[in-house]
């Protein structure tokens, strides 16, 4: 499993408090997922306005990976036992450390009440750049991917995982309880557009804005959309599907690559570079963007995760392109 890379030393030079504010109130932004392409132009503009802005920015994305670490489950692969007292006291401390970082009052309440941030409060979850492999109770193995917050639920009546952000593997075990004579219990996946009920299976499924994707590679599942009287869906070995709330997408083939990640890989096969990017911008930290002239370049070829600065290098090898970085968390992609 792939981890973090530690943060750079700090700078040496305080930057001003008001220069920190104006960061703050723009990772705020970025936190809430909601982004639009003129927000997205008023912080470039902000940010090449003056080197100290880029300062200030690279102190509030080393303060924000350090909130995010808050709290994070007991390093090893199996899923240990917590008790509730251990995970009140984990979920008081990120709370503490939101409301610190955001300010007081009406602008805590508002970053808690992103999905991001109620992300961070989650049992189970992944930094940037990180996988995270767990071995739950009934036996299923579950691989978070890159930035990534689940929670459980297992009771004597289902079992149950809550996809809050990003992306999940799961390969289901027989259910345990059934061995002693009890009926078998579901296992099933929620996000915010619906339900995915696993038959006897292995499956990916990603939470993305406005809707989301089941991949099946073994097995079967139901997918159900969150609305009620929407019909549900089988969806077949060697299928994926995208579904919101109210509809569902026809069946596409899935691509062998769809669970590359869960091995450190990024697996391209005659990609736009602007939907590249946007795909390994995911497992990095800061933005990572196109130049208008080479965003319709055609990527091909197998790329690590693991060290998206050697995946950058790499392309650049092979597309006529320049990798410009302003600072570690601004990274242009332009023509060579």
Do not use: K
């Not at 406005?210 to 969806?235: D, K, T, Y």
């Amino acid at each position: 499993m792939s981890t973090v890379r530690a943060a750079p030393a700090m700078e040496p030079a305080s930057v001003a408090e008001q220069l920190i504010q104006q960061a703050l109130e723009w990772q705020v932004t970025f936190w809430s997922g909601e982004v639009t392409e003129h927000e997205r132009a008023a912080f470039e503009h902000w940010l090449t306005q003056d080197a100290e802005h880029a300062r200030a920015w690279s102190q509030v994305q080393r303060t924000g990976e350090r909130v995010r670490s808050l709290g994070n489950p007991a390093s090893g692969n199996a899923l240990r036992a917590t008790g509730a007292a251990r995970q009140a006291t984990t979920r008081r401390t990120l709370l503490r450390a939101v409301g610190l970082f955001a300010g007081a009052g009406a602008a805590a309440y508002a970053v808690r009440s992103t999905p991001t941030v109620q992300s961070m409060l989650a049992e189970h979850r992944t930094g940037r750049g990180e996988r995270r492999d767990l071995l739950l109770p009934d036996g299923t193995r579950l691989v978070l991917n890159t930035d990534s917050a689940i929670d459980l639920r297992f009771t004597t009546q289902a079992r149950e995982v809550q996809l809050l952000a990003g992306e999940v593997f799961i390969a289901t075990a027989p259910d345990p309880q059934r061995a002693g004579g009890l009926a078998s219990r579901p296992f099933t996946v929620h996000t915010r557009h619906g339900t995915v009920q696993a038959i006897g299976t292995r499956f990916t499924v990603q939470q993305a804005e406005g809707r989301s994707q089941v991949s099946v590679e073994q097995g079967a599942v139901l997918v159900r959309p969150g609305l009620a009287g929407v019909q549900q869906r089988r969806l077949e070995a060697g299928q994926r599907v995208w579904f919101s709330e109210t509809e569902m997408d026809s069946p596409l083939a899935a691509r062998a690559d769809d669970a590359a990640w869960t091995r450190g890989l990024l697996v391209a096969e005659r990609m736009r570079l602007q939907d590249f990017l946007a795909e390994l911008a995911r497992y990095r930290s800061g933005l990572l963007r196109c130049a208008p002239a080479v965003r319709d370049l055609v990527v091909s070829g197998v790329y690590p995760l693991d060290d998206t600065d050697l995946a950058l290098a790499t392309l650049a090898q092979a597309l006529p392109v320049r990798i410009d970085s302003l600072t570690r968390y601004w990274v242009t992609v332009n023509a060579r």
